[in-house]
C-alpha cells in the first residue's frame, strides 16, 4: 500500500501504518497552519517519544498529541475559526466554559475511528489529533495539589458524564458520585482553578488535565522554551 505522508519500507506490524497516515496528514496541515499563524507547540507523551526514539511514530501508536498553552491555543482557536479548512477539519473542544476546555482534537471530516468511550455518542468521530494544554503551575506543594485536584475532578467529571463505566473500587464509587454532581457549575469552578496561574511566570508548567498523577504531570519551564524543530517521519 502506497501512503501520502509516511514512507514506504515501514514495518506495519501492528497495523497501524494506514492511520498513522491520515494523523499525519492531520499534523501536517496543523503545522503549517501554526507556522503560517505564529502558534507555537509542541510534540508531548508518547509523540515526543517516538520522535526522539523512532523519528516518527511509535510503532504501535494510534494516535499524536500536542502541546500548546492557553494563550496559544486561544490564538489558534480564533485563527482557525477565521481561517482553518473547515471542508477538510474539525475542531473539536470538550469540557469547553468560558473559553476554557480541558482537551480539544483537530479532527478529519469524511472519516471515522471510534474510541470505545465515545461510540454511542451523536458527535464527529472522525480520526484526529489531540490538543493538550499545558498549564502555569505555582511552586508551593499546597496549591500545586489544590491545581491538581480540580484538574482531576474536571476529567473525572467528563468520564461520567460520557457514561464511562467500572465496576466497583474507588473509581467506580466516585464515578456514580460524578454523576450526581451538577454539570457545569464544579466544572466552571475547577477550570477555573486550573487556569488560575497562566498570568504568572511560574518556574514550572503542569498538564494535571491529562493521565499523569501529580508529581509525573508537573515539569520545568526551561524544558519546553524555547521550541526547536525536529524531524518526524
Known amino acids: 500500500m502506497s501512503y501520502q505522508y509516511m514512507r514506504g519500507g515501514l514495518d506495519d506490524s501492528w497495523g497501524f501504518l494506514e492511520l498513522q497516515d491520515k494523523i499525519l496528514e492531520i499534523a501536517v496541515y496543523v503545522d503549517r497552519f501554526c507556522e503560517e499563524h505564529g502558534v507555537d507547540y509542541c510534540l508531548m507523551g508518547g509523540s515526543a517519544l517516538g520522535a526522539k526514539r523512532h523519528g516518527w511514530f511509535i510503532p504501535w501508536d494510534d494516535d499524536l498529541d500536542i502541546f500548546m498553552t492557553p494563550d496559544q491555543y486561544e490564538k489558534f482557536r480564533e485563527c482557525f475559526r477565521r481561517e ?8 473539536q473542544e470538550w469540557g469547553a466554559v468560558d473559553g476554557m476546555v480541558t482537551i480539544s482534537k483537530v ?20 480520526i484526529y489529533i ?3 494544554i499545558l498549564h502555569n ?5 499546597i496549591r500545586q495539589m489544590w491545581q491538581c485536584l480540580w484538574g482531576k475532578y474536571v ?11 467500572r465496576r466497583g473500587g474507588f473509581l467506580g464509587f466516585a464515578l456514580k ?17 486550573v487556569y488560575r496561574y497562566r498570568n504568572e511566570n511560574t518556574p514550572l508548567l503542569c498538564n494535571f488535565l491529562g493521565k499523569a498523577v501529580f508529581s509525573n504531570a508537573i515539569y520545568r519551564r526551561e524544558w519546553f522554551e524555547p521550541t526547536e524543530r525536529g524531524p518526524f517521519e
Open 107 to 126: 479532527r478529519m471530516n469524511g472519516t471515522a475511528y471510534l474510541e470505545e468511550s465515545l461510540k454511542d455518542w451523536d458527535i464527529h468521530q472522525g
Open 155 to 165: 476529567i473525572m467529571k467528563g468520564l461520567a458524564v460520557r457514561g464511562y463505566d
Open 130 to 132: 489531540d490538543i493538550f
Open 177 to 193: 458520585v460524578m454523576r450526581r454532581m451538577p454539570d457545569r457549575l464544579w466544572v466552571r469552578y475547577g477550570l477555573k482553578q
Open 84 to 91: 482553518g479548512d473547515r471542508d477538510r477539519f474539525y475542531l
Open 137 to 141: 503551575c505555582p511552586s508551593g506543594r
